[in-house]
């Protein structure tokens, strides 16, 4: 199997090539499912969206795959196209899903952590009274930042993770339209 990325940048269309001594090295040989459900080889799928994203989202791109043999009994071009938009649509959806349950992870740790840093300022106020030596201060300053840092993964959420999930889609959506070429070389 051999995998390459061509950019032809007249035209602003990329294209992804493998190289592949028949169809079944495209796809997962231990995945039971019928031909266009299958999976992706893993190694197939981790170079079609690795080019995918270091190209420009906005630019089209076309996956050629190169096949030493073609199948007799079917058309190779539409069989190929079906499973890779098939098997990418798929993902994108997993993507989703993955996406939608770090919103609820948000909103959770959102929760408990503006919970937690509310009784720790309210704790924090009450020793104000207690004293003003140094322990009632290490106290309220350490109750001040132990609410603050409850409050860091809900923003650590809200401010980063969900940048690289959103980013993913955008390709897994363009491979999951992607058009598919298939060659016999010459």
């Known amino acids: ?19 592949l001594r028949d169809v079944n090295q495209l796809f997962n040989t231990m995945d ?4 266009n459900e299958r999976d992706l080889d893993h190694d197939a799928e981790e170079f079609i969206v690795s080019w995918a ?3 420009p989202l906005a630019d089209p791109v076309v996956l050629v795959v190169h096949l030493a043999a073609l199948p007799q009994d079917r058309d190779a071009q539409a069989m190929i196209q079906e ?3 098939h098997y990418f649509s798929y993902r994108l959806e997993l993507s989703r899903l993955e996406f939608r349950h770090l919103m609820q992870d948000g909103r959770k ?10 009784a720790c300022l309210t704790v924090a106020n009450l020793l104000v009274g207690a004293g003003t030596g140094t322990f009632s201060t290490v106290e309220r300053e350490g109750l ?13 959420i809200y401010l980063y993770d969900w940048w690289p999930l959103r ?3 955008k390709i897994l959506k363009k491979l999951s339209r992607m058009p598919v070429e298939v060659h016999k070389p010459k």
């Open 144 to 156: 001040t930042i132990a609410g603050w840092v409850a409050m860091w993964r809900p923003m650590e």
């Open 83 to 85: 499973a890779i938009h």
């Open 32 to 35: 039971p499912s019928p031909f």
């Open 109 to 118: 740790s959102l929760l408990i952590g503006v919970v937690f840093l509310a």
């Open 1 to 19: 199997m051999i995998f390459k990325a061509r950019d032809r940048n007249r035209s602003k269309t990329h294209h992804i090539e493998l190289n």
């Open 167 to 169: 980013r993913r889609q």
């Open 53 to 55: 994203r270091e190209l």
